[in-house]
């Protein structure tokens, strides 16, 4: 595994030192004995060992967290316009060869995520680095995942580990405003993994005529609408998320950003029950977004995943005006890409639509995927133009 994968599969363990409990630091040595890559073990999961370095004698201290958030510091601040864009993930796990670590950045607030014993074992030293090197506002540790239930960890309340949250904070992408509540969010907070895709959008949207309308189904704060009505002030969107928290915030969102939410809609409910109902009235939109949460947490449950993207489309796709945009999306990491066109290919031909693939998305630029994980590239975007 010489700078390959950066994790080891149980079944490759030859011979564990005694005494070592989840989340003990390990060296990791071949055959010959010799050092080959420095990680933490957990003898509960199948994936043994999540390797941090491969370079021998490198303690797992402060220093060795301000240097990799430091390389990782480096890439947003080089590829991001910071004075248009505040909220970013800053540590992408694998991605930033931090596995088992999430960081996202609103406006100076870290919100700090740990999936593993091991990372939670090397908490301090890592939440040092990040004080150090990103001089935060906050530092939030939102440990309430259900991944963590994988290595035998329990979901745990928001906790501060350093600052204060302000009240009412607001971010900015791409120079659009945005409220966040670091605190009860969903994720994080917010998905930043689809700002490139939402700036995208634009041009789709920015020549519609008067009246043109959006359907964004799974909503969130309503960050694809925002989009939207900064290209086509005209736009008409209608927004479907089951969390009415988040509804609220999209209100605000449209707001903060000089749009009367007034013009808009918003419901509260489950979307297939929306999307299925839509039907029976024959409404039709310009262009239907389908950002629906993920449908697999695991490689065991991809058919079920699957099955459920071929009826979203299926639901979606006869809303869509002939010659409409429908941009549809999986997070699951489970499902590639092929397979999820393969779906989407069994919703057109059910629905007697034909479509035209315009562009494919992946994770955004700060969701960085290393060459040896691919599993990381969780994100699948399409946009699509609907006959
Ligand atoms: N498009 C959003 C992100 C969507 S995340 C953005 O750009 O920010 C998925 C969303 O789906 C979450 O907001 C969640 O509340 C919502 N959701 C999950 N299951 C749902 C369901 N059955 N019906 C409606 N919304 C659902």
């Not at 310009?286 to 697999?296: E, H």
């Not at 995943?305 to 941009?327: D, H, I, S």
Request: aromatic fraction near 8%.
């Amino acid at each position: 595994m010489k700078r390959g994968h950066p994790w080891l599969f149980s079944g490759a363990i030859q011979q564990a030192a005694p005494g070592l409990t989840p989340g003990s630091l390990v060296d990791l040595h071949d055959g010959t004995g010799q050092f080959v890559a420095r990680g933490y073990y957990n003898p509960r999961t199948d994936i043994a060992v999540r390797v941090l370095a491969y370079s021998e004698n490198e303690p797992m201290d402060q220093a060795f967290f301000e240097r990799r958030v430091t390389q990782a510091a480096g890439l947003r601040r080089q590829l991001l316009d910071a004075d248009r864009t505040d909220i970013y993930r800053l540590i992408n796990a694998e991605g930033d060869l931090l596995p088992g670590v999430i960081v996202d950045n609103y406006a100076g607030v870290l919100v700090l995520q740990s999936h593993t014993a091991g990372i939670d074992r090397l908490l301090e030293p890592l939440a040092g680095a990040l004080e150090t090197v990103m001089k935060p506002q906050a530092i939030l540790l939102r440990n309430d995942v259900a991944v963590r239930a994988r290595e035998g960890l329990a979901k745990e309340e928001p906790r501060l580990l350093m600052g204060e949250i302000p009240p009412g904070l607001t971010v900015q992408e791409n120079g659009l405003r945005f409220g966040i509540d670091p605190l009860k969010g969903q994720k994080t907070g917010f998905f930043t993994d689809q700002r490139d895709k939402r700036q995208a959008l634009q041009k789709y949207v920015g020549r519609l005529p008067a009246g043109a309308s959006l359907l964004n189904c799974f909503s969130y704060t309503a960050g694809f609408s925002v989009y939207a009505s900064q290209a086509c002030p005209t736009i008409r969107t209608v927004n479907i998320d089951q969390s009415a928290g988040a509804l609220e915030m999209a209100r605000r969102n449209f707001e903060l950003n000089g749009f009367d939410p007034a013009r808009h809609v918003f419901e509260a409910t489950d979307a297939f029950k929306w999307l299925e109902a839509a039907r029976v009235t024959a409404q039709s939109y310009d262009m239907v977004i389908l950002d629906p949460p993920a449908f697999a947490k695991s490689h065991r449950e991809k058919d079920k995943a699957l099955q459920g993207y071929v009826r979203l489309n299926r639901l979606g796709l006869p809303l869509v005006k002939p010659g409409g945009f429908l941009l549809t999306c999986s997070c699951t990491g489970a499902v590639s890409l092929d397979e999820f066109e393969n779906g989407l290919r069994e919703a057109a031909s059910a629905t007697g639509r034909s479509l035209q693939i315009l562009e494919v998305f992946e994770n955004g630029i700060d969701h960085p995927v290393s060459l040896t994980a691919p599993e990381g590239r969780y994100l699948k975007v399409l946009f699509c133009r609907v006959l």
